[in-house]
């Protein structure tokens, strides 16, 4: 019996943690956002193509230390469905594609400039108190 009352448990904790809709995030614009940016590789790509511009593939993951193959196809197709990140391939052998930001994420430019302010004063703030 009471392994029944823990799976009800699991089954009522998964109803409470269910994902919520696109309507409930537009709700809350600041959870739209996190939901949309979150992760630890996310902030890395925006950074490099902000810094950067339109990249290949391979120049990409080479700019971007210690992401494997997988998980940059993973969280550029993320960006690309979010209509942050614009892919263009092209028919040519071998293939080429190249990823650049759209409008809406060279918008994410302050931000990603505020980040970087802030870890500048951080690691001095670090350094000082060392």
Request: glycine residues 4%.
């Amino acid at each position: 019996m009471g392994s029944n009352n823990t799976f009800v448990s699991i089954i009522e904790n998964q109803i409470v943690m269910r994902e919520k809709t696109l309507e409930e995030y537009l709700n809350c614009p600041f959870h739209l956002a996190m939901n949309t940016l979150e992760g630890k590789w996310k902030f890395a790509i925006l950074y490099v193509l902000l810094d950067k511009g339109t990249l290949r593939f391979k120049e990409l993951e080479r700019a971007i230390p210690d992401i494997s193959t997988r998980m940059l196809v993973k969280e550029l197709k993320h960006l690309e469905s979010k209509k942050i990140v614009k892919r263009v391939a092209y028919a040519t052998v071998p293939p080429k594609v190249e990823y650049s930001l759209t409008a809406i994420g060279q918008s994410l430019q302050p931000v990603i400039t505020g980040i970087s302010n802030w870890g500048e004063d951080y690691a001095k703030a670090l350094k000082n108190t060392a």
